[in-house]
T-cell receptor, first 112, second 113 residues
């Protein structure tokens, strides 16, 4: 069974740029969620995707957007990067309606 | 007030000690309770999942939920240096098919050999 994978591992961008982060869900899982984890904090829910549509969203502005593909992989896009966007971005996969979510290793984004 | 409050630590204990990690929450709509372990520079790993008041045991780990007090705990028996990590409580309520985890801020645990 393949776990959740994310790419890239690390990324450095400058303020105002755009970034795309990628996630492959665990084998058999059809739902993907994205979380932002600032240093020393717990993860915060950004949004969830199921059947290629957004299926729930946290308190994040529209410049955070996502995609889910037919193979259940997903992308997180962030436009107009701000310094406060520097964080670990985590992808989690699950079965639809299941409470347990399984996380990938994360992508560490630094915005200068 | 945050929806989920977690003792921030850091917590340092000798090997073999019993560790108690705690969270309180304010929203009674939370129905499902999880504990995750996160090693440095890694993603969170699911340790325990429960949905009812009472205790659930899995090896050296026991999750305890008290819905009336809105209080959850994770106990680690016979703690090992390999248990050194940040422990996150995560709570969830159902809203259709969407599932959103609300996390505590994490407790950093160090088990000294």
């Amino acid at each position: 069974e393949t776990g959740v994978t994310q790419s890239p591992t690390h990324l450095i961008k400058t303020r105002g740029q755009q970034v795309t982060l990628r996630c492959s869900s665990q084998s058999g899982h059809n739902t993907v969620s994205w979380y932002q984890q600032a240093l020393g904090q717990g993860p915060q829910f950004i949004f969830q995707y199921y059947r290629e549509e957004e299926n729930g969203r946290g308190n994040f502005p529209p410049r955070f957007s996502g995609l889910q593909f037919p193979n259940y992989s997903s992308e997180l896009n962030v436009n107009a990067l701000e310094l406060d966007d520097s964080a670990l971005y985590l992808c989690a996969s699950s079965l639809v309606g299941a409470n347990e979510q399984f996380f990938g290793p994360g992508t560490r984004l630094t915005v200068l | 007030q945050k929806e989920v409050e977690q003792d921030p630590g850091p917590l340092s204990v000798p090997e073999g000690a019993i560790v108690s990690l705690n969270c309180t929450y304010s929203n009674s709509a939370f129905q499902y309770f999880m504990w995750y372990r996160q090693y440095s520079r890694k993603g969170p790993e699911l340790l325990m999942y429960t949905y009812s008041s009472g205790n659930k045991e899995d090896g050296r780990f026991t999750a305890q939920v008290d819905k009336s007090s809105k209080y959850i705990s994770l106990f680690i028996r016979d703690s090992q240096p390999s248990d050194s990590a940040t422990y996150l409580c995560a709570l969830c309520f159902s809203s259709g098919s969407a599932r959103q985890l609300t996390f505590g801020s994490g407790t950093q645990l160090t088990v000294l050999p």
